[in-house]
């Protein structure tokens, strides 16, 4: 009925709750009151994409990465987002928390007609300390959203596309 390329299907939440992660090497993700439900068609694309709120690394973190986990027909499939560094930027020493942007992007080929759920995630580098996907960018005046700024949460975006 429609033309490949064309979204037949989609989805948006926002979402204000946080991601924290302690635990190096390992990713946290959405409780299931978070996450993304989206009833697709096998053999088309799905396009993901994950922003806004905040990335929160400590300069004793090397890095975090953004995650995103869609679960197609009971599989997890797992697809990294974005690196967002901290020692790098700051130098070793520096006593500051850094705050990035975040945003995590993928396609899927969907295995099966049915329900798809898409969480996002976290991990980081080490256990020196914990960091944070902040589901608000801040509030008012808090760095690095200058006053008089209205704060937004984290948004999903998620597109069924005809293959």
């Known amino acids: 009925v429609y033309p490949a390329g064309h979204v037949i299907n989609s989805a948006f ?4 709750t946080s991601l924290s992660n302690a635990v190096g090497a390992t990713t946290v993700w959405d409780t299931d009151a978070e996450d993304v439900h989206i009833s697709v068609t096998a053999g088309n694309i799905l396009f993901v994409q994950i922003l806004g709120g905040r990335i929160s690394v400590p300069t004793n973190q090397y890095y975090a990465t953004t995650r995103i986990r869609i679960i197609d027909n009971s599989t997890n499939y797992e697809y990294f987002g974005h690196v967002h560094y901290a020692r790098d930027y700051l130098g070793a020493g520096t006593a ?8 995590a992007t993928t396609t899927h080929i969907i295995q099966a007609t049915g329900e798809i759920v898409v969480k996002r995630g ?14 608000n960018f801040g509030t008012a005046g808090d760095s690095p959203l200058p006053s008089g700024y209205s704060t937004g949460g984290t948004n999903y975006f998620v597109w069924e596309i005809q293959a």
């Open 122 to 135: 976290l991990s980081i580098s080490h256990s020196l300390g914990t960091s944070y996907w902040e589901g």
């Open 13 to 16: 939440k926002q979402c204000t």
């Open 96 to 103: 500051k928390t850094v705050f990035v942007s975040p945003i």
